[in-house]
């Protein structure tokens, strides 16, 4: 009998603790519930305002400067679409943190609060990417208008884009705290081997083949030169032909005959004699 009567009494209480424990959980799984609905709805009305202030604000300009509009041509979304929506569900991270937190300390809410941390670095390190394009854009656009005439300047404008866009890629990873360890001793010994190449190379064995190329480029590059200074006084001698009045012209009266070529009638020394 004492036996049956412990058991009873460890049922029971066990119940009791089961009903406690779901009579506790309903009031926070409301307010979750509460907190998504009430954050989804915030979510959706900051990406509508923000959508209509960055267009009004020219961001689709800058995204043509960039070059983004070129490559979302095919999206769904156009750059602005695409920062609204990040925001959108950047917004959304931070309102499932809260709701999650109803719920006290739990490893969702931490990885949660993990990924809302990074967040804005990510959105910095977008931010470098798409500037550093389009002054890669604006300085390849500039230096391929100043060499139109030179053979080379294609390149010398490729050579500098693709220059910059390294510099900013190598900016927004560092700021976003990606891969660290593998840009920045890659950089590193890059830049090194380079160095490396020219000091032995140039300084040492190459000396001569260098002399030759360095030779050849710059008589090269003198031709060039020479050739858009003569573009450009043809051109201006043209301008200045096309622009000079024409002389007038006297008509002869009725029975006389015309003065040649190279005699002014209003001239006394002039007169044939």
Same mark, same amino acid.
């Given at each position: 009998?004492a /036996? $049956?009567?412990? @058991?009873?009494v460890?049922?029971g209480?066990?119940?009791?603790?089961a009903?406690s424990?779901?009579?506790?959980?309903?009031?926070?799984?409301i307010?979750?519930?509460?907190?998504?609905?009430i954050?989804?709805?915030?979510?959706?009305?900051?990406?509508?305002v @923000?959508d209509?202030?960055?267009?009004?604000?020219?961001?689709e300009?800058?995204?043509?400067r960039?070059?983004?509009?070129r490559?979302?041509?095919?999206?769904?979304?156009? +750059?602005t679409?695409?920062?609204?929506?990040? %925001?959108?569900?950047?917004? @959304?991270?931070?309102?499932?943190?809260l709701?999650?937190? %109803?719920? &006290?300390?739990n490893p969702?809410?931490?990885?949660?609060h993990s990924?809302?941390?990074?967040?804005?670095r &990510?959105?910095?390190? #977008?931010?470098?990417v #798409?500037?550093? +394009?389009?002054i890669a854009?604006?300085?390849r656009?500039?230096?391929?208008?100043a060499?139109?005439?030179a053979?080379?300047?294609?390149?010398v404008?490729t050579?500098?884009?693709?220059?910059? %866009?390294?510099?900013?890629?190598?900016?927004?990873?560092? $700021?976003?705290?990606?891969a660290t360890?593998?840009t &920045?001793?890659? @950089?590193?010994?890059?830049l090194?081997?380079i160095?490396?190449?020219? #000091?032995?190379?140039?300084?040492?064995?190459?000396i001569l083949?260098?002399? /030759?190329r360095?030779?050849?480029?710059?008589?090269?590059?003198?031709?060039?030169?020479?050739?858009l200074?003569?573009n450009a006084? /043809?051109?201006?001698?043209?301008?200045?032909?096309?622009? $000079?009045?024409?002389r007038p012209?006297? $008509?002869a009266?009725?029975?006389?005959?015309p003065?040649p070529? &190279?005699?002014?009638p209003?001239?006394p020394?002039? /007169?044939p004699?």
């Open positions: 009998m /036996q $049956q009567l412990a @058991l009873s460890d049922f209480s066990g119940f009791t603790d009903w424990k779901i009579a506790k959980f309903i009031p926070q799984f307010a979750f519930l509460a907190i998504l609905v954050g989804w709805i915030v979510a959706k009305a900051i990406a509508k @923000l209509r202030v960055l267009r009004k604000v020219g961001s300009r800058v995204a043509e960039a070059g983004m509009a490559h979302l041509s095919g999206s769904n979304y156009d +750059m679409g695409i920062i609204c929506k990040i %925001v959108y569900y950047a917004i @959304l991270l931070m309102v499932l943190q709701a999650f937190g %109803v719920f &006290g300390p969702i809410s931490v990885m949660i990924i809302v941390a990074w967040l804005p &990510g959105i910095v390190a #977008v931010a470098i #798409v500037v550093a +394009m389009a854009n604006g300085v656009d500039i230096v391929r208008n060499l139109a005439g053979s080379y300047g294609r390149t404008a050579i500098a884009w693709a220059f910059i %866009v390294a510099l900013g890629v190598i900016a927004a990873l560092g $700021q976003a705290g990606i360890a593998i &920045g001793p890659v @950089l590193i010994a890059v090194a081997t160095a490396g190449v020219l #000091v032995v190379g140039v300084g040492g064995g190459l083949p260098m002399r /030759q360095w030779e050849r480029w710059l008589g090269h590059a003198e031709q060039e030169s020479a050739k200074r003569g006084y /043809q051109a201006g001698r043209a301008d200045v032909l096309a622009n $000079q009045p024409a012209t006297t $008509q009266a009725p029975g006389t005959t003065p070529p &190279g005699i002014d209003g001239r020394g002039d /007169q004699s």
